[in-house]
């Protein structure tokens, strides 16, 4: 029994060694030229189609640096307004303060004057008192006798002006002290009207500068968050463009390569007299676009010279659910400077679009949507526009070009 499990082993040996080879290393086709160069010219396709999405993502960081650098200068005007209004309240409430402590200075020197001219009132109104008392007891008989014992008109009005005027200095002077103290009295009140005037100006503007304080605050923190924003972009588009440059650098490798294999005779081909041509790419069929919105009718377009144009701004008369203009992926979706809010689609052969100035965004960053799929809207009745474009590597195109005729 062991021989003839020798034998079984030499026989399948013998098989083995004698026997064609069921695979070999050598049996592997290596690609044709035609196979290669469509390799290649898909290759090339796939990374142009990325080369364009990445210029479209750097045109429109752009964009949004100019916005944000915009934004930055107006908030940094508004804050040098604001802090100017602040030192303006700052100077006006010391100026109020320091009117008010004048105020308060006059008031107190005419308090002092009041109750100086009370005291003289006192003493002239007693010192008239005992005069009038004193004249009262003598009956004034000598003072009369005096004055009819005048030898002459003339004498006679001297002394009877002495006298009137002996008995009237001191009404005169009541009188004066009393007016003294009414105008006194009146420049209080006036005076007490001006500080209670200053005390509520000084309370509006120390509310108006405790709110430009805060506002000034607010508008800071507004300006270091956009600062910080700015910063991003700006690493976000570095990073892009490197991308970019990476890509470009690779498809022109690709295509020195192709360039340098179609240069190259081939020994084979010239021993049996045909020309070594490279066989040409299958051509796909171009991009088909359709209008980002229905109803063309009666639409208007801004700006009309078709020739050079580069862009749609098309107004609508009505609400309008806006479409992909063609199958494809959401490149961006968000806020986008002047055109508001933006939906980018990458499409295939490095095409992209842009819609904006929507209302309403139905779709994902990322989702891929199919042609005429609902993208968003525009809502409103009045001056309402579309922003459109089709874009080719990231390079804006003449839409009337790619689009059916209207």
Not at 24 to 40: A, N, Q, Y
Not at 186 to 213: F, G, P
Not at 330 to 341: I, R
Request: with cysteine; hydrophobic share 35%; net charge positive.
């Amino acid at each position: 029994m062991q021989l003839n499990n020798l034998y079984s082993l030499s026989g399948l040996a013998l098989l083995l060694i004698f026997s064609p080879p069921l695979f070999s290393l050598d049996s592997e086709k290596k690609p044709t030229k035609d196979e290669k160069i469509k390799v290649d010219g898909q290759q090339i396709q796939s990374l142009q189609e990325e080369l364009g999405s990445l210029k479209v993502q750097i045109d429109f960081l752009n964009l949004k640096l100019r916005d944000t650098t915009l934004s930055q200068k107006r908030l940094e005007e508004k804050i040098s307004k604001a802090k100017k209004q602040y030192q303006t309240h700052q100077e006006n409430l010391a100026s109020l303060a320091s009117e008010s402590a004048e105020i308060n200075l006059l008031i107190e020197k005419a308090s002092n004057e009041t109750t100086s001219l009370k005291q003289k009132t006192e003493e002239a109104f007693l010192h008239l008192k005992e005069k009038l008392i004193k004249l009262h007891k003598t009956r004034q008989a000598s003072m009369i006798s005096d004055i009819f014992s005048a030898q002459n008109a003339q004498s006679f009005l001297t002394k009877y002006n002495y006298m009137r005027f002996f008995l009237d200095q001191d009404r005169r002077l009541l009188k004066r002290l009393a007016d003294n103290l009414e105008k006194i009295r009146k420049n209080v009140i006036a005076l007490e009207e001006r500080k209670q005037n200053l005390k509520s100006l000084s309370e509006q503007y120390r509310v108006t500068r405790d709110e430009l304080a805060l506002q000034t605050s607010q508008l800071l923190a507004m300006l270091k968050t956009l600062v910080l924003e700015k910063k991003l972009f700006l690493k976000r588009q570095e990073k892009i463009r490197a991308s970019s440059d990476i890509l470009e650098k690779e498809i022109a490798k690709i295509e020195q390569q192709r360039t340098t294999e179609s240069e190259n005779p081939k020994k084979q081909s010239k021993s049996k007299n045909t020309p070594d041509v490279p066989p040409k790419e299958n051509a796909s069929e171009e991009i088909r676009f359709i209008w980002p919105v229905a109803n063309l009718e009666g639409l208007e377009f801004k700006d009309e010279n078709k020739s050079s144009l580069n862009a749609l701004e098309i107004k609508l008369n009505q609400p309008a659910e806006v479409k992909a203009a063609a199958k494809g992926k959401v490149l961006f979706k968000g806020p986008m400077g002047e055109f508001g809010n933006v939906i980018i689609l990458g499409h295939s052969k490095g095409y992209s679009t842009v819609y904006g100035r929507l209302d309403e965004t139905w779709v994902g960053l990322g989702q891929t949507v199919e042609a005429e799929d609902q993208i968003g809207c525009i809502n409103g009745t009045e001056n309402i526009t579309l922003h459109f474009e089709i874009r080719m590597s990231g390079r804006r195109q003449n839409p009337y070009k790619l689009l059916p005729k209207p």
